[in-house]
């Protein structure tokens, strides 16, 4: 599959990354990704910056050594609502959002409880994706997940992360495999990224390209080989290419 965007990705903003956004940004046009999305890590994370720094992102080009950037945040689910932590003073600034459950923002319920977040951080007309949904520290029931983001029409993502050696989410790859049939039998588009916090690993999708070719997931499924199609999940990227043209199909 020819894949050209990478849309969860971190710089030294976010505490506990080790590139700029420029460096980040400088890896992806030598690997070849068109559209590189910066979701620093909303407030509640330990270590993660001010949310001032959401708020001037209309001083970076939005697009950078033939990239085109898009410039967010990886906000924290806080409740089983699907309340998120970052005020709307600070969100106007953003291209797109990510919400995801993280340990150090976040009370793991029971099933129900913990889906009902998800499904509530679906309805905020902010999140266009949710991230790593597979984190067995938090289970969820995958069917509704599935039929919520359709309903929401919400990109559930397919984090490459959560598949590495060493990551300290639990039963990921069944819980993606689980996730992934839901998403066959509805109909349901995901998005491969890569969460990268260090620039090698900006556009790495190994283990999630790994896993797909595995189940034999449809690539008419997945976002990530048309600007096109990841653009009808993302209002601002449809700006983008209306104001610049045809992205690649």
Do not use: W
Not at 19 to 34: D, F, H, I, P, Q
């Amino acid at each position: 599959m020819n894949d050209i965007l990478d849309l969860h990705t971190h710089t030294t903003a976010s505490g506990h990354a080790y590139n700029t956004l420029y460096e980040m940004v400088r890896s992806a046009s030598e690997k070849g990704v068109a559209l590189l999305g910066v979701t620093d890590h909303a407030p509640r994370i330990p270590g993660a910056c001010h949310p001032f720094h959401f708020i001037n992102f209309k001083v970076v080009p939005r697009t950078l050594f033939g990239v085109r950037l898009l410039l967010g945040c990886e906000l924290n689910i806080i409740d089983y609502n699907g309340n998120i932590d970052l005020e709307p003073r600070y969100q106007r600034g953003l291209d797109f959002a990510i919400a995801s459950i993280h340990e150090p923002c976040f009370t793991c319920g029971t099933i129900a409880e913990n889906t009902a977040a998800y499904l509530g951080a679906m309805k905020n007309p902010l999140v266009q994706i949710i991230g790593h949904p597979d984190d067995g520290r938090f289970p969820a029931d995958y069917e509704t997940l599935v039929c919520g983001a359709k309903e929401h029409h919400v990109l559930l993502e397919i984090n490459n992360s959560s598949f590495s050696p060493g990551c300290n989410r639990k039963n990921s790859r069944e819980n993606a495999i689980s996730m992934l049939e839901y998403c066959r039998k509805y109909q349901v588009p995901v998005i491969l990224d890569s969460d990268a916090h260090c620039e090698v690993d900006v556009g790495n999708h190994r283990y999630a390209h790994s896993l797909l070719e595995e189940i034999g997931f449809p690539e008419e499924l997945v976002v990530n080989n048309s600007l096109e199609k990841a653009a009808r999940f993302l209002p601002t990227l449809q700006k983008h290419l209306a104001l610049g043209g045809a992205g690649n199909d």
